[in-house]
């Protein structure tokens, strides 16, 4: 199964940017597609975007449009979040999450990390 560490959360004023970093780690790592989430106090957990280590990604949440973008390192094995103009709302831990290809749900997941944009 693979294992995830996530790196990179922080406290940013708004409009700054911070680059979340997924490593993952396993004898098969790319046959898992890679997702993005996010959890704020009070709220249900949100998915951002997935993508596969080929490259094949989800639409992005309609929060994040625009704004953020996800990429992979396939020789490090590491998926990385940008999340430029950063909001108040964007404030939430957030997770790298991942599931076999095919399968319906997320099942792997990261420690997560803390992210907080300040006003």
């Known amino acids: 199964q693979v294992q995830l560490v996530e790196s990179g959360g922080g406290l940013v004023q708004a409009g700054g940017s911070l680059r979340l970093a997924c490593a993952a780690s396993g004898r098969t790592v790319s046959n898992y597609v890679m997702g993005w989430f996010r959890q704020a106090p009070g709220k249900e957990r949100e998915f951002l975007v997935g993508?596969?280590?080929?490259?094949?990604?989800?639409p992005y949440a309609d929060s994040v449009k625009g704004r953020f973008a996800m990429s992979r390192d396939k020789v490090k094995n590491i998926m990385y979040l940008q999340m430029n103009s950063l909001k108040v709302e964007d404030t939430a831990v957030y997770y790298c999450a991942a599931k076999w290809r095919g399968e319906p749900k997320y099942d792997v997941w990261g420690q997560g990390t803390q992210v907080t944009v300040s006003s």
């Open positions: 993508r596969t280590w080929s490259g094949a990604a989800t």
